[in-house]
């Protein structure tokens, strides 16, 4: 089992950046592999970014050269920096993990139906 606590959601104007992060806990050494979803009323729940366990990564296209995802094992922590946030980037995101062997084809996956665990979820709100 695993444990994940999304932080580091607010508000902000177009351009600005944020840095969420999400503490894991729980069963954390068995290779994991974690993403950022993102979701809006209306709209199914979206990957944005996704790292594997050797920290290969992959990213939606709308977030290509904005956002970065990084992992600090020793901290058991997962990060999403973005950068020149947009109005349209205004979402709930959430931290989702699986194991590395419970995932089904290519890694690393922006599947939602790959992932085993989510947090809660943390707002972020971009204004023009």
């Known amino acids: 089992q695993v444990q994940l606590v999304e932080s580091g959601g607010g508000a902000v104007q177009a351009g600005g950046s944020l840095t969420l992060a999400c503490q894991m806990s729980?069963?954390?050494?068995?290779?994991?592999?974690m993403a950022w979803f993102r979701e809006t009323p209306g709209k199914e729940r979206e990957g944005v970014a996704a790292i594997d366990e050797r920290s290969r990564t992959t990213y939606a296209d709308s977030v290509k050269g904005r956002f970065t995802i990084f992992k600090d094992n020793g901290n058991n922590s997962l990060y999403l920096q973005m950068n020149n946030l947009q109005p349209e980037d205004t979402a709930a995101y959430y931290c989702?993990?699986?194991?590395?062997?419970?995932?089904?084809?290519?890694?690393?996956?922006?599947?939602?139906?790959?992932?085993?665990?989510w947090g809660q979820g943390t707002q972020v709100t971009v204004s023009s």
């Open positions: 729980g069963r954390t050494d068995g290779g994991l592999n």
């Open positions: 989702a993990a699986a194991y590395y062997w419970a995932v089904a084809g290519l890694r690393p996956t922006m599947k939602r139906s790959q992932y085993r665990y």
